[in-house]
């Protein structure tokens, strides 16, 4: 199939990561994005050893080692007096066991990365306002419609236009995203504006009940990023940068450890956001004919293990491998769903499971609710190397 081309519909992590492992596979490529220039929200993600073991295989080493910050020590605290209830190494521990250890990056970075890795090898692979309106196929190709009227054809269509996806639609339908109660902040805070008490270690996360605080840094330190989470009964705004204010935060927080409110009131105004948790049950299966869903599209998943991004940059390589590994298009699907469905649901389950343990109304039994391990590194998520699993 080396000469099959490919449509890939959304420009996010899960999308350029796809493109730039069909083009190492050896495919032909075009992105189609919907947005007028290429570009992420300001905010920070943590990437796990199987993330970082696919960025390595696809040549983005350097450029993950030029921007991400390298946490050593990972604490989970008390809200309210800010005693270790758990400590977790995320470094030299995963190094030895997994071969690749812990990254906390700011979005734009590796967005950026992966987009310029993309247009080296290709100046004109990515097309921009290009909204996704429908598709039609047949045994031989598929032709994706955009609301300019325009129309591209590509033997293989991608979707991974997110977790309100309308590839996903057009493929299965959709029952809409189900409210899960809980909101969230995200925010970054220039570093000198954070109090050094705060940074011990500078990774970390505080619990208490119906809220958690996870912070670190980002862009090799400069910047702390935090995302506090809290339970509301209803939510009706759409999209994930809504504006809020340091007063809404800080009342939200209202007798949690003065490290957690230091550097919550700290974060500029312009720099705030919320929005609301919304959940969708796994899909059984991505693909029909010559389309295929992956990242969000396939299984949007909450942020509580933080594994959204990471699964996304797993699929793209899966997937790669497999269009290789196989002269029938339908054979090479039938490998990709087979080889990601399952863990695919399973971090999403997870991902569900693990906000009870974070929001514990008895934050001091955290470390025997959890085995005294980190969540993601008790399921065996790290057991995992896309580069090299079975497929």
Same mark, same amino acid.
């Given at each position: 199939?080396?000469?099959?081309?490919?449509?890939?519909?959304?420009?996010?992590? !899960?999308?350029?990561? $796809?493109?730039?492992?069909?083009?190492?596979?050896?495919?032909g490529v075009t992105v189609y994005e919907?947005?007028?220039?290429?570009?992420?929200?300001?905010a920070g993600l943590s990437l796990s050893?199987?993330?970082?073991? $696919?960025?390595?295989?696809?040549?983005?080493?350097?450029?993950?080692?030029?921007?991400?910050?390298?946490?050593?020590?990972?604490?989970?605290?008390?809200?309210?007096?800010?005693?270790?209830?758990?400590?977790?190494? /995320?470094?030299?521990?995963?190094?030895?066991?997994?071969?690749?250890?812990?990254?906390?990056?700011? /979005?734009?970075?590796?967005?950026?990365?992966?987009?310029?890795?993309?247009? &080296?090898?290709?100046?004109?692979?990515?097309?921009?306002?290009?909204?996704?309106?429908?598709?039609?196929?047949?045994?031989? @190709? %598929?032709?994706?419609?955009?609301?300019?009227?325009?129309?591209?054809?590509? !033997?293989? $269509?991608?979707?991974?236009? !997110?977790?309100?996806?309308?590839?996903?639609?057009?493929?299965?339908?959709?029952?809409?995203?189900?409210?899960?109660?809980?909101?969230?902040?995200?925010?970054?805070? #220039?570093?000198?504006?954070?109090?050094?008490?705060?940074?011990?270690?500078?990774?970390?996360?505080?619990?208490? #009940?119906?809220?958690?605080?996870?912070?670190?840094?980002?862009?090799?330190?400069?910047?702390?990023?935090?995302?506090?989470?809290?339970?509301?009964? &209803?939510?009706?705004?759409?999209?994930?940068?809504?504006?809020?204010?340091?007063?809404?935060?800080?009342?939200?927080? @209202?007798?949690?450890?003065?490290?957690?409110?230091?550097?919550?009131?700290?974060?500029?105004?312009?720099?705030?956001?919320?929005? !609301?948790?919304?959940?969708? @049950?796994?899909?059984?299966?991505?693909?029909?004919?010559? +389309?295929?869903?992956?990242?969000?599209?396939?299984?949007?998943?909450?942020?509580?293990?933080?594994?959204?991004? %990471?699964?996304?940059? @797993?699929?793209? +390589?899966?997937?790669?491998?497999?269009?290789?590994?196989?002269?029938?298009?339908? &054979?090479?699907?039938?490998?990709?769903?087979?080889?990601r469905i399952p863990r695919a649901s399973?971090?999403?389950?997870?991902?569900?499971?693990?906000?009870?343990?974070?929001?514990?109304?008895?934050?001091?039994?955290?470390?025997?609710?959890?085995?005294?391990?980190?969540?993601?590194?008790?399921?065996?998520?790290?057991?995992?190397?896309?580069?090299?699993?079975?497929?």
């Open positions: 199939m080396g000469d099959l081309q490919i449509a890939v519909v959304g420009g996010g992590i !899960g999308g350029l990561t $796809a493109a730039l492992a069909l083009q190492r596979a050896g495919f919907q947005a007028p220039q290429l570009a992420e929200v300001g050893p199987s993330a970082a073991h $696919a960025l390595r295989h696809l040549g983005l080493g350097p450029a993950l080692d030029s921007f991400s910050y390298l946490p050593e020590d990972q604490a989970v605290r008390h809200y309210r007096d800010g005693r270790a209830l758990q400590w977790t190494n /995320r470094g030299r521990a995963l190094l030895e066991k997994y071969g690749e250890r812990y990254y906390l990056v700011h /979005r734009a970075d590796l967005h950026d990365a992966l987009a310029a890795a993309v247009r &080296a090898n290709d100046p004109a692979a990515i097309r921009l306002n290009k909204h996704f309106d429908s598709l039609v196929q047949d045994a031989n @190709e %598929v032709r994706l419609r955009f609301a300019d009227g325009t129309s591209a054809s590509a !033997g293989l $269509a991608i979707g991974a236009d !997110g977790s309100r996806s309308l590839m996903r639609q057009a493929l299965f339908g959709d029952s809409g995203p189900k409210y899960t109660g809980y909101i969230a902040w995200r925010g970054l805070v #220039p570093m000198d504006q954070v109090p050094p008490a705060v940074l011990d270690p500078p990774s970390g996360i505080f619990v208490g #009940p119906g809220h958690l605080v996870n912070r670190y840094p980002v862009r090799s330190g400069k910047t702390l990023n935090f995302v506090a989470f809290a339970e509301r009964a &209803a939510w009706s705004e759409e999209g994930w940068s809504i504006r809020s204010t340091v007063d809404e935060l800080m009342q939200e927080f @209202e007798g949690w450890h003065p490290e957690v409110r230091s550097f919550l009131a700290a974060v500029p105004p312009e720099l705030l956001f919320k929005w !609301g948790l919304f959940d969708r @049950e796994p899909l059984t299966r991505w693909s029909s004919g010559r +389309v295929t869903l992956l990242g969000d599209a396939a299984h949007p998943v909450l942020p509580f293990l933080g594994h959204g991004a %990471v699964l996304a940059i @797993e699929d793209g +390589v899966v997937l790669a491998r497999a269009l290789a590994a196989e002269p029938s298009l339908e &054979a090479a699907l039938a490998r990709y769903e087979a080889a399973f971090v999403v389950r997870e991902s569900r499971n693990a906000v009870k343990v974070f929001h514990s109304h008895e934050p001091e039994h955290y470390a025997s609710k959890t085995g005294g391990q980190a969540a993601d590194e008790r399921l065996g998520l790290f057991d995992y190397n896309p580069t090299t699993v079975s497929i």
